[in-house]
């Protein structure tokens, strides 16, 4: 079998299995044909022996000459007739010892015969299976009594069982033609097998195939960026080594449908929504945000012979990515408060030199005191209460550049923060930094535009960005934190990688971070930090 293709050695299989049914077939046929045979001829045989031992002139003979030797003569005929319409092989007289009286074989007569299990002796009819000059048959015998009731002789009767073709042959009508056409079709059937297996398989062969499989298998778990795939009916079919640590899966979650695989939720909706077919066939890759990692996320569809069989994902780990995007953005936003304050203070030596060409000294001194007092208001209003020197200045410049944009930002009068040990103060910038620019961002345009910001380390770390926007809908509050960017231009429940990163700084300090309605309206962010570390 080694040499043979895998078409062939299903057929040398198939057809193996088809001898074998037809083999079992055949047996129980000879098995249900040989009970019938022996229980309708068994009762035959009985029969015929006794009406041979009924016969008047063998009762007479049997019971007034039973030594005569010239008895087997005169019942030679009553002995052959019972041959000739029973269609039995054998009939015999034999005494009480087995010995052969009278038969329609002559040559035996005075053979000794082995009763055995027979009951005739006893004065009882009995049938069952006996060697007959080494023939297996069917032996059917009846005694021969006197009117005292005592056995003068045994009537036997017995027919040779039939061969296995001829019981065959009588085990029903066409049984042999049921066999032949079984037969055939079961050769044509697996030739047929063995040729679409053989298509599906490509003509390759099982040590083809096992290779194909093996190298598969290892540079599938060999590529880093993660690769999951999933069917029409929403089953993980395909997970390797990246996309489980990425997802942070077991091992066995092939199998599963995504949503109970233990996946983040955003990941499940993005997967769902590949399930449904809904851009499948994107252009652009997807960031989503879980809450320890930041994932890019790319999804084709998987096709075979024109049909739709599922959807694969590649994902790949930026979570420093976004960590550098994180930094830039805080970059960007010194830029803007610096281009602000700029914007500010030149508007402001316009107006002073101006006064001054015109002679109004007393107006200049009054401004320049104005500008003064107001920008020490604001410096003491955040310095007072925060005592980090770097998070005070954040929220110096983004009063400023809130400012420009016409919404008021101001501190809560409750606020407390001590010094921050200086990698603390980073991530607490970062943090304080998104949600403000969001903040800012749905407030504009609003009334009363107003932000208000909590910071409180006396219980952990709590920061609070209230805004007066129109606020966040419930169904959204989870998915404003998980869907970041996307090359798309819109991306529908986000607002960039800033909210992301929020929840993934937030995640690696132990922390918490909720959404809720604002007292007044708009919305507020709470982010709740369990460890916090001062600088001595």
């Known amino acids: 079998m080694r040499g043979r293709s895998l078409a062939g050695q299903f057929l040398a299989f198939q057809l193996v299995v088809v001898a074998v049914v037809l083999v079992a077939v055949a047996g129980v046929s000879v098995a249900q044909s040989e ?18 031992a009924s016969t008047p002139i063998v009762r007479e003979r049997t019971e007034q000459h039973p030594a ?53 002796d006893e004065g009882r009819a009995w049938f069952g299976d006996a060697d ?15 009117t005292d009731g005592q056995v ?44 679409r297996i053989k298509r599906h398989t490509r003509g390759l062969e099982v040590a083809e195939i096992a290779s194909l499989a093996d190298h598969r298998e290892a540079l599938l778990h060999s590529i880093r960026e993660g690769v999951i795939a999933v069917n029409n009916e929403g089953e ?94 805080s970059h960007k936003s010194v830029t803007d408060t610096l281009r602000a304050q700029t914007h500010e203070f030149a ?47 954040l929220l110096i410049a983004k009063t400023s550049l809130a400012a420009e944009s016409d919404v008021a930002l101001s501190l809560d009068p409750q606020s407390h923060l001590a010094v921050l040990d200086p990698a603390l103060a980073t991530d607490v910038i970062t943090l304080l930094g998104n949600l403000i620019d969001n903040a800012v961002d749905v407030s504009v345009g609003a009334p009363h535009a107003q932000v ?20 966040v809908p419930e169904h959204l509050r989870e998915a404003i934190f998980a869907r970041g960017v996307t090359s798309k231009p819109e991306v529908p429940g986000g607002r960039g990688i800033g909210l992301a990163l929020v929840r993934l700084v937030t995640a690696q300090h132990g922390g918490t971070i909720e959404v809720d309605d604002g007292p007044g309206g708009g919305a507020r962010f709470l982010v709740r930090l369990q460890a916090v570390s001062h600088h001595a």
């Open 452 to 471: 208000t910001v909590c910071i409180d380390d006396r219980d952990g770390l709590a920061i609070s960005v209230l805004d007066s926007g129109p606020g």
């Open 152 to 195: 003068l002789a045994v009537a036997s009767v017995s027919e040779a069982y039939p061969s296995i073709w001829a019981l065959l042959s009588g085990a029903g009508e066409g049984l042999l033609l049921y066999l032949g056409l079984g037969a055939a079709l079961g050769l044509v059937a697996s030739w047929l097998l063995s040729r």
């Open 236 to 329: 993980i079919t395909l997970l390797n080594d990246g996309a489980r640590d990425l997802l942070g899966v077991p091992d066995d979650a092939v199998g599963l449908r995504v949503g109970t695989a233990g996946i983040d939720p955003a990941v499940v909706s993005f997967l769902a929504a590949a399930e449904d077919g809904e851009g499948s066939g994107g252009a652009g890759d997807t960031v989503i945000a879980t809450r320890t990692r930041v994932l890019t996320l790319s999804r084709r569809p998987a096709t075979s012979q024109g049909r739709r069989i599922g959807t694969v994902i590649t994902m790949r780990d930026s979570t420093e990515l976004a960590a550098l995007q994180g930094q830039l953005s």
């Open 68 to 120: 005569d030797p010239f008895v087997a003569r005169t019942l030679a005929p009553e002995v052959d007739r019972a041959v000739a319409l029973s269609g039995a092989t054998l009939a015999e007289i034999l005494g009480p010892d087995g010995t052969v009286r009278v038969s329609s074989d002559p040559s035996r007569g005075g053979a000794r015969v082995d009763l055995g299990p027979s009951r005739a």
């Open 35 to 52: 009970g019938e045979f022996r229980e309708v001829r068994g009762q035959r045989m009985i029969a015929v022996a006794e009406n041979m």
């Open 132 to 146: 007959i000059d080494a023939t297996h048959s069917l032996v059917g015998q009846v005694p021969i009594l006197s």
């Open 347 to 393: 508007n402001q030596l316009h107006t002073i030199s101006g006064l001054v060409q015109l002679g109004e000294y007393d107006a200049v001194r009054d401004l320049v005191g104005t500008l003064t007092r107001r920008r020490a208001e604001i410096s003491d209003a955040v310095t007072q209460r925060i005592s980090d020197p770097a998070v005070a200045a």
